[in-house]
């Protein structure tokens, strides 16, 4: 079967360039199709999807970079060249900034034509080629991410209702030396499935899965209930946790902002000292409203600060190594705060304590 040939459009309001163009494109072994205005010309890339479009950009009626301009909603894979009857350098640069691939002073030679349209169809099948990739890696990702949600996850979570069953004597009488291996793998078994989920909310953040579900979300609410959440663990570490709420609604995804706001606190606490507090404050700023979450632990010199967001970070010292963590919290924090398009920072003095403030944009619906 012979191969279709590239159809190349001629937008030109000069029947003269209309005609030699289609001569040189046909000898050239492509499929000319014409269009003696903007208007025809955008009906015709709708209709017949050409490979390029060669526009004019001097027409009565709609202008060539008007054409230009509205090709990209049409077919944003149509690749637009424009004729250029005054070669001023100028509308050549606006043309190529409004999306154009390359220009073509008139006049020009039939070779220039065909050198001009080879080169963006070899341009055209690389674009193509590239998204076809990036469909593929897109649909791996899926593919991994169902993997391991069910194949990974599922059978963790069976093993672990075993271990409760065990537990609670339902499967007979349990000695104490099997109660406490099996309160061991119990823990161990917990860590895994942290790591898993924590490994899942990345991804699922990384591919923007979150930012199409956003609604108005009362953070003075939410911090209360992490507050209520985290007094427990708090109590562990010796550690006061007091929240001074502003009604604030924001824009987000409330599991997502639970689990940003539940990694900083839980931080907070851990890297505290005995006797030490962490308060969580709120106040807005123009039209973001923001959390300082104020602690006044261990702190975090310097040198490491850079790097504290980074993925399995984990800052080495000597108070750190008896605190379990796997460096994922504040990188998880971070995506899911810059995904809600608000920004993350830190104030740190070792051996005095930290603070990171979340920025937040805030929610226009002010009844929540
Ligand atoms: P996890 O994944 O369980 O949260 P983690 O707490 O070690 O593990 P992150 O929350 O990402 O990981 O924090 C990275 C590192 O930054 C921590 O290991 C700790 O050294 C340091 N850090 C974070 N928050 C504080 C804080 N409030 N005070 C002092 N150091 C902190
Ligand atoms: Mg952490």
């Known amino acids: 079967m012979a191969e279709k040939k590239p159809t190349v459009l001629v937008i030109d309001d000069e029947e003269a360039m209309r005609d030699s163009c289609s001569l040189i494109l046909a000898r050239g072994g492509y499929a000319p199709v014409t269009a003696e205005n903007g208007e025809v010309g955008l009906e015709k890339i709708r209709e017949l ?12 009626g709609i202008s ?70 990036r469909r593929e890696k897109k649909l791996m990702e899926d593919n991994f991410i169902t993997m391991v949600t069910h194949q990974l996850r599922s059978p963790l979570v069976a093993i672990q209702q075993y271990f409760e069953v065990i537990l609670a004597g339902l499967a007979g009488q349990v000695d104490k030396t099997q109660q406490e291996m099996i309160l061991r793998a119990r823990e161990r078994l917990d860590n895994l499935l942290g790591l898993i989920n924590d490994w899942l909310d990345l991804a699922r953040i990384d591919r923007g899965q979150i930012v199409d579900k956003l609604k108005p979300v009362a953070l003075d609410n939410l911090l209360k209930k992490q507050v209520e959440f985290l007094a427990p663990l708090a109590k562990e570490y010796e550690v006061s946790l007091e929240l001074k709420p502003a009604k604030g609604p924001v824009l987000g995804d409330e599991q997502m902002l639970d689990q940003a706001f539940s990694n900083i606190i839980t931080n907070a606490i851990k890297y505290n000292k005995p006797k030490g507090s962490v308060t969580i404050s709120m106040h807005h700023e123009n039209s973001f409203i923001v959390v300082k979450v104020e602690d006044t632990g261990i702190g975090i010199a310097r040198e490491h600060l850079p790097f504290i967001f980074d993925q399995f970070y984990r800052v080495s010292r000597r108070e750190d190594q008896k605190i379990k963590g796997t460096g994922l919290g504040l990188s998880i924090a971070k995506k899911i705060v810059e995904a809600h398009n608000g920004s993350i920072e830190v104030e740190s003095e070792p051996g005095q304590g930290s603070t990171f403030s979340v920025r937040l944009p805030r929610s226009e619906d002010e009844t929540k």
């Open 49 to 60: 999807k050409p490979e390029i479009a060669l526009i004019d950009l001097k027409m009565p």
């Open 64 to 133: 060539g970079f008007e054409v230009l301009e509205k090709t990209k909603d049409i077919d944003p894979q149509l690749i637009p060249i424009v004729i250029t009857g005054y070669a001023t350098v100028d509308s050549a640069v606006e043309a190529m900034k409004k999306g154009a691939y390359d220009f073509l002073p008139k006049p020009f030679a039939p070779e220039e034509l065909r050198l001009i349209i080879s080169r963006a169809l070899e341009r055209r099948r690389l674009a193509m080629e590239a998204e076809t990739l």
